[in-house]
T-cell receptor
């Protein structure tokens, strides 16, 4: 079935470091791919999305490219800030079916 | 727009007690969802409602019931709470379940503890 596997955490970085959180997927057809962010005590918020192969989603300095050949959607940011500390979820949504979420990756950024 | 709202924010129950979690959205979305979030397991779908008047089981429906009261409201009921139902519950909505390009919008969550 359709599924998402993302990098296990926790990830701890210093401010201004480069961030990569890996996400790979298994799906039939052409799903849409998403990254959500969850700040402490809050619900999930959409960070970025890509709906077809080679699309790049971007928001708030974060980027991810939909790579069909490697079935990946890795999240990257060039310079993280303390305020980026949160849990990040990779998700896919097949046509006419429901979201599949990864287990989440906790990021802590230290000053 | 308030988006997706949930009540209550926190709840403590004793084993065997019942309760209903409320969810409402003001975005005119057709599809609504209930998830539970447990450490290290991401979000798991409990029930969903593709459109007003319909509900279907998700991945982990046992011990729960739902009601799609109208287009705005989707409630989750625990008839006889068990400690295994201790979790954070999220309601979400989206324009249409059939459209893969649309994201889901989430409420702030209800943190439930069953003693």
């Amino acid at each position: 079935g359709d599924s998402v596997t993302q990098m296990e955490g926790p990830v701890t970085l210093s401010e201004e470091a480069f961030l990569t959180i890996n996400c790979t997927y298994t799906a039939t057809g052409y799903p849409s791919l998403f990254w959500y962010v969850q700040y402490p005590g809050e619900g999930l918020q959409l960070l970025l999305k890509a709906t077809k192969a080679d699309d790049k989603g971007s928001n708030k300095g974060f980027e991810a490219t939909y790579r069909k050949e490697t079935t990946s959607f890795h999240l990257e940011k060039g310079s993280v800030q303390v305020s980026d500390s949160a849990v990040y979820f990779c998700a896919l949504r097949p046509y006419n079916n429901d979201m599949r979420f990864g287990a989440g990756t906790r990021l802590t950024v230290k000053p | 727009n308030a988006g997706v709202t949930q009540t209550p924010k926190f709840q403590v129950l004793k084993t065997g007690q019942s309760m209903t979690l409320q969810c409402a959205q003001d975005m005119n979305h057709n599809s609504m969802y209930w998830y539970r979030q447990d450490p290290g397991m991401g979000l798991r779908l409990i029930y969903y409602s593709a459109s007003e008047g319909t509900t279907d089981k998700g991945e982990v429906p046992n011990g729960y019931n739902v009601s799609r009261l109208n287009k705005r409201e989707f409630s989750l009921r625990l008839e006889s709470a068990a400690p295994s139902q201790t979790s954070v519950y999220f309601c979400a909505s989206t324009t249409n379940r059939e459209s893969a390009v649309n994201e889901q919008f989430f409420g702030p969550g209800t943190r439930l503890t069953v003693l």
